[in-house]
């Protein structure tokens, strides 16, 4: 199964630092998309899942309440494709989650963030 978000797409933003949750809710709402969050914490962002399926997420790696495995995984079983957006290498990554996600430097391009999500909006498929 694969996504399409031609002209209006939901993206939940899990990321815990101000300035860089308001440049990816930017770079989203100027594409006409909509913005679930941002969300600071795992909490939070699972709370948000019980009752929202957004078209994609753009989550930080370390965050609040600590790394963002436990959203990953929610995500991952939910069938919603995500970009790990991080100033950290992926191979601190322990959950499986997070390592087969496809994650995106900072700092960070509009351009770098819109392909990153584009791309895996392309190859989702659901968990098995």
């Known amino acids: 199964m694969s996504r399409s978000c031609q002209s209006t797409c939901h993206v939940m933003v899990l990321e815990d630092e101000v300035f860089v949750s308001s440049m990816l809710e930017m770079i989203l709402q100027e594409q006409g998309w909509s913005v679930g ?6 909490r939070v962002a699972l709370n948000y899942l019980e009752s929202a399926r957004p078209d994609a997420a ?8 600590g790394t963002s495995a436990a959203t990953a995984t929610r995500l991952r079983e939910l069938g919603i494709p995500f970009v790990v957006v991080s ?14 996600a ?15 999500l584009t791309q895996a909006l392309e190859q989702t498929r659901p968990a098995a």
């Open 37 to 42: 969050g941002p969300f600071r914490t795992n």
């Open 58 to 65: 753009l989550i930080d790696f370390n965050i609040a309440d």
């Open 87 to 100: 100033g950290y290498p992926k191979s601190m990554a322990r959950s499986e989650d997070l390592r087969v």
């Open 102 to 116: 496809e994650w995106l430097d900072k700092p960070f391009s509009e351009d770098a963030v819109l392909r990153s």
